[in-house]
């Protein structure tokens, strides 16, 4: 246990200060979305809206569940911290349940240092290939996925070894959609296992109550006004304007394409043959198949990346059921305990984890780029221009900014979401600015190939280090109509002033029109 969380704690302390040395003493995370969920766990708080903007519906949140587990927390100082400490402590719950599992495969003998430090090396090298500690710096709802898709499989070989599968197993599988829709693999296997395993009372409720969580979300969106789905769905589904046949087939494909998809294909594959071809237990069997199942549905309807996250939940879980099963096939082969355990495991570390390793490597300056960019943008909105600005990168400048803000992605503005997909004439960006007297856009302008006619360039803020995890090098920044140039201006030059390095922003001014 001590050396487990030595080294968990170290690493996520390693990392925080490497942050904060880097970021001049500011914390950011590696990603702009999680300020997209303190803004909205900052106005439900408030006054029990959900949006970004006072007074306007909206359902930019990915998960259903994780903005209002920081509501509570919505009034504390350090309110920015939130989303670190609750993934800290999922992602250490997931090492202590993978030590409890280690501890099964390869039980303790007194004196035993070996097996001590055998299970502590297998432990972190479990956590080091499925991302657990560089998700904890995203600060998203991963991290807690993560936990609840370990325990529902630890709960599903627990149903099979006949122990009782604990309440943890129950809470996952009914709540683990509600933290990511993508656990809804993991919940429909542990389903279909409870109900081939006799339990079909338990399997119907378990199932039911996590559908009916699912369906009260959506029924509460429906009640704003909203799409039944989360706007952050709808604009990266690819379900979404196509026939699921098709979308099934294009996931597959892009799965395959993939290097952590043909990992994961390679996973479900032995899986299967463990369900058809191992002649041991029955039940055993069955565990396989439906462990496959799952990492199947992620296969033809989930995604992966954008900063190691998306396939971690699914990839944790296949690992999870692998060495379980492979070490119960290799139960009466003549080969000692640990050996067993190290060929199970120890060998995925390298093929599983080289990019997360290298993720964790580069996690300090992941954080300075949204340090030197939505930071940066968020500070110039709030303390030098306090206006509405329009933006397509929804989250910081939204965060603890009284002012509107105008999301041309469309994930706070179902109008402008509907309107971009729609490939609409760019008016609709001054219809909305208009709307909402927007008279700044800061954007990343490659994401927009036809901007009005009335939109002048006039300054561009620029990343100093390697890009890693923005969307882009660099944010356009735009007056929505040529008499707002001054104004403008005036902000940026004192704003510039005020950066860690002046070169950061360049302002090009009333000269430098997009359309000459």
Known sequence: MGMVALFFFGAVLLGFISIMVLNHGVFTYMLDDPYIHLAVAEELAKSGHYGVNPGEVSAPCSSPLWPFLMVPFARFPCFTLIPLILSAAAAFLTTLLALGRMRKLLPPKENNRSGDILRAAVVAGFLLATNTIGLVF???????????????????????????????????????????????????????????????????????????GLLVFSGYLISLGLSPVPASITAK????????????????????????????????????????????????????????????????????????????????????????????????????????????????????GFPYLYGLIMLPLATNNIYEQQYQMHRFTVDYWRKPVAVNDLGYVSFQNDSYVLDLWGLASPLALKARMNHEDPAWMNFLADKHGVKLAMIYSEWFPNLPSSWKKVGTLRLTRKLISPAGREV??????????????????????????????EISGAENPINP
């Open 138 to 212: 995203t600060g998203m709802e991963h991290s807690l996925q993560v936990l609840l898709a370990v325990l529902v499989v630890e709960g599903m070989l627990r149903v099979t070894e006949q122990s009782p599968p604990g309440w943890g197993f129950y809470l996952a599988v009914v709540a683990g959609p509600w933290v990511r829709y993508e656990n809804m693999a993991l919940t429909l296997a542990a389903v279909i296992l409870c109900y081939a395993l006799g339990r079909r009372r338990q399997a119907i409720l378990l199932g039911a109550t996590a559908l009916a």
């Open 476 to 505: 356009s920044i735009y007056a929505i109509k040529p008499e707002y140039v001054s104004e403008i201006t005036q902000a940026m030059n004192y704003f510039r002033k005020s950066l860690p390095r002046e070169e950061m922003l």
């Open 237 to 352: 589904s690819t379900f979404v304007g196509e026939s699921p046949v098709i979308a099934v087939f294009k996931n597959l494909k892009n799965s395959i394409n993939l290097g952590r998809g043909m990992i994961l294909a390679l996973g479900v594959a032995l899986l299967v043959g463990i369900a058809l071809a191992w002649r041991g237990e029955r039940t055993w069997r069955i565990t396989a198949g439906c462990v496959a199942l799952a990492g199947f549905l992620h296969l033809i309807a989930g995604a992966y990346g954008w900063v190691n996250r998306y396939e971690i939940y699914i990839l944790a879980a296949l690992i999870w059921g692998l060495a379980a099963l492979t070490a119960k096939i290799l139960e009466h082969a003549s080969i000692h305990p640990s050996r067993r355990l190290g060929l199970v495991i120890l060998p995925l570390v390298p093929i599983i």
